[in-house]
Every structure is written in structure tokens, then in C-alpha cells.
Nanobody, 127 residues
Framework: QVQLVESGGGSVQAGESLRVSCTAS????????MGWFRQAPGKEREFVAA????????YYGDSVKGRFTISRDNARNTASLQMNSLKPEDTAIYYC????????????????????WGQGTQVTVSS
């Protein structure tokens, strides 16, 4: 089993930056990719970003390209999401996810039920 714990959410003004992190524990050797999803009230969960655990390949959702950057620190089993130029529409609960197996980073964008989920962290952007 793998446990994921998010941290770093909060409230900011539009145009500001925020960084959220996800730390994995347990059988972390199983992880092939980690990613972030978000869900705003009344909306479906949305893919935000993903990163492979070995090679650092990254993918981003269209709505965050150019503003968000995902990174990893293998030594600390942590994936972080740097969010710049935040907009009110970025307001959501941000969930960390992890996948096992081959092609994990490529699959992350399409999965509805990752192998592991974090508990979520609230990000609120006010105008």
C-alpha cells in the first residue's frame, strides 16, 4: 500500500502563486507516476498534471499549461505542483494521485480511479 498526503493549499489573490506538495509513504517503489487532479464545487474532477517517477516526463491539462509546473523529489518521495498566475477558476480541491505499472504517466490523464489517492487540499483564489 501507498499513502499520499498533500500539503500547501490555501487562499490567495488572483495573479499570485501557490505551491502544493504530495508526499508518498509505504511501498513507494511501486509508484511509476504521480499526478494532480482537481475538483471544483458542482464540477467533474479534472486532470491537472502528471510526472513520471523515473524519467521526469510531464503532462499538463490544457487549462494550466504555461502556468503550472509539476516536479518530483525522489529522495523525499514528493511531487510538487507550482501554480503561478492563479485565477479564480483554479479554485478547487486538489488531489494527489499515484499509478503503478507501465505507461503510467501517459495513462494518468485518462484514469478515473488511480491506484492511490490523497485526501485533498483546498486551493482558493479570489478576484
Amino acid at each position: 500500500q501507498v499513502q499520499l498526503v498533500e500539503s500547501g493549499g490555501g487562499s490567495v489573490q488572483a495573479g499570485e502563486s501557490l505551491r502544493v506538495s504530495c508526499t508518498a509513504s509505504g511501498r513507494t517503489s511501486e509508484i511509476s507516476a504521480m499526478g494532480w487532479f482537481r475538483q471544483a464545487p458542482g464540477k467533474e474532477r479534472e486532470f491537472v498534471a502528471a510526472i513520471s517517477w523515473s524519467g521526469g516526463s510531464t503532462y499538463y491539462g490544457d487549462s494550466v499549461k504555461g502556468r503550472f509546473t509539476i516536479s518530483r523529489d525522489n529522495a523525499r518521495n514528493t511531487a510538487s505542483l507550482q501554480m503561478n498566475s492563479l485565477k479564480p477558476e483554479d479554485t478547487a480541491i486538489y488531489y494527489c494521485a499515484a499509478l503503478r505499472g507501465a505507461w503510467a504517466v501517459q495513462r494518468m490523464r485518462f484514469v478515473t480511479n488511480p491506484d492511490y489517492w490523497g485526501q485533498g487540499t483546498q486551493v482558493t483564489v479570489s478576484s
